[in-house]
């Protein structure tokens, strides 16, 4: 049986991965802190991570991505995508007015991850602008806060397992800005994943750092992939943090490395002095609610 790493039960994550494994047995250890998600696969405790990267309102997740690039060396098993639904969850009774309704006005302090936090701020500034906005490890963790501090005015912004595993009600439904939102997560690991599902797209990650004092080597760097029609799908300088203005580069390519024209391409960047690494080269999972 797979042993997997995430964040809280309860969290978007734990949603995530169950809708990614479907009926498969899998045994899912929970941790409060994505460093300590990573370090579990790191040392042997889970045979995978389940990491979030990327956010249809927020783009990148910085620290997400530093973690996989600068602090372990673990390939990339899978991608897949599914929408961060977040509700506002507290003790409906703490909040109802006169007349039945829950009273906004009531809500002292909102306490969220930071990511989710920013996906649903139009709702909190409209509702209840005079909430304290407070930070969590994790959607679920903020749920659990509340639950410890009745009578307090204190909600979270958190998923419908979240609310479930803690016995708190849904006060607001979907509160985020956007509706078509959606987070990209990366299953990372030694081994291939081996996932029932079926993927019709291949996709590999790689970092290239540029040399130094290389005029044009950025354009040189994408005419490689462009000219043997090798699809991009995502470009992301970061910084390399060993020197101010010294950047690599984070590229998606929507082809296997094992494709000739990508390793073509590599020798290739290789050759302008560019190092070139290979993140992952892994199954992409579109979202389906039916699946």
Same mark, same amino acid.
């Given at each position: 049986?797979?042993? +997997?790493?995430?964040?809280?039960?309860?969290?978007?994550?734990?949603?995530? +991965?169950?809708?990614?494994?479907?009926?498969?047995?899998?045994?899912?250890?929970?941790?409060?802190?994505?460093?300590?998600?990573?370090?579990? !696969?790191?040392? @042997?405790?889970?045979?995978?991570?389940? +990491?979030?990267?990327?956010?249809?309102?927020?783009?990148?997740?910085?620290?997400?991505?530093?973690?996989?690039?600068?602090?372990?060396?673990?390939?990339?098993?899978?991608?897949?995508?599914?929408?961060?639904?977040?509700?506002?969850?507290?003790?409906?009774? %703490?909040?109802?007015?006169?007349?039945?309704? #829950?009273?906004?006005?009531?809500?002292?302090?909102? +306490?969220?991850?930071?990511?989710? %936090? %920013?996906?649903?701020?139009?709702?909190?500034?409209?509702?209840?602008?005079?909430?304290? *906005?407070?930070?969590?490890?994790?959607?679920?963790?903020?749920?659990? #806060?509340?639950?410890?501090?009745?009578?307090? @005015?204190?909600?979270?912004?958190? !998923?419908?397992?979240?609310?479930?595993?803690?016995?708190?009600?849904?006060?607001?439904?979907?509160?985020?800005?956007?509706?078509?939102?959606?987070?990209?997560? *990366?299953? #990372?690991?030694?081994?291939?994943?081996?996932?029932?599902?079926?993927?019709?797209?291949?996709?590999?990650?790689?970092?290239? !750092?540029?040399?130094?004092?290389?005029?044009?080597?950025?354009?040189?760097?994408?005419?490689?992939?462009?000219?043997?029609?090798?699809?991009?799908?995502?470009?992301?300088?970061?910084?390399?943090?060993?020197?101010?203005?010294?950047?690599?580069?984070? #590229?998606?390519?929507?082809?296997?490395?094992?494709?000739?024209?990508?390793?073509?391409?590599?020798?290739?960047?290789?050759?302008? @002095?560019?190092?070139?690494?290979?993140?992952?080269?892994?199954?992409?999972?579109?979202?389906?609610?039916?699946?």
């Amino acid at each position: 049986m797979k042993r +997997i790493a995430l964040l809280p039960e309860g969290s978007v994550s734990h949603e995530a +991965i169950v809708h990614l494994f479907g009926d498969e047995p899998v045994e899912l250890l929970y941790y409060k802190q994505i460093s300590d998600v990573f370090r579990s !696969t790191v040392l @042997g405790k889970s045979d995978y991570s389940v +990491i979030p990267i990327e956010n249809t309102i927020d783009g990148s997740v910085s620290l997400h991505m530093d973690w996989l690039v600068n602090e372990v060396d673990i390939p990339m098993q899978a991608e897949w995508v599914y929408p961060s639904i977040q509700n506002l969850i507290g003790d409906r009774e %703490a909040f109802l007015s006169e007349d039945g309704e #829950i009273d906004y006005s009531k809500i002292t302090k909102i +306490i969220s991850h930071p990511v989710a %936090a %920013a996906q649903c701020m139009q709702f909190v500034r409209k509702y209840a602008p005079q909430a304290e *906005v407070e930070h969590a490890g994790s959607t679920s963790e903020a749920v659990h #806060i509340v639950k410890n501090n009745p009578g307090q @005015g204190w909600a979270a912004i958190g !998923t419908v397992l979240g609310a479930a595993k803690y016995k708190l009600d849904i006060m607001a439904e979907r509160v985020t800005d956007h509706d078509n939102n959606f987070t990209r997560f *990366v299953l #990372i690991g030694s081994d291939s994943a081996r996932l029932q599902r079926q993927s019709n797209q291949m996709k590999t990650s790689v970092t290239v !750092t540029l040399p130094e004092d290389f005029p044009g080597a950025l354009h040189q760097v994408l005419s490689a992939f462009a000219w043997r029609r090798l699809n991009l799908s995502r470009i992301e300088s970061r910084p390399t943090k060993k020197k101010l203005g010294n950047y690599y580069f984070y #590229i998606d390519v929507l082809a296997e490395d094992s494709a000739v024209l990508l390793q073509a391409a590599f020798s290739e960047i290789e050759a302008l @002095g560019c190092q070139v690494r290979v993140l992952g080269s892994y199954p992409c999972y579109p979202y389906n609610k039916n699946s």
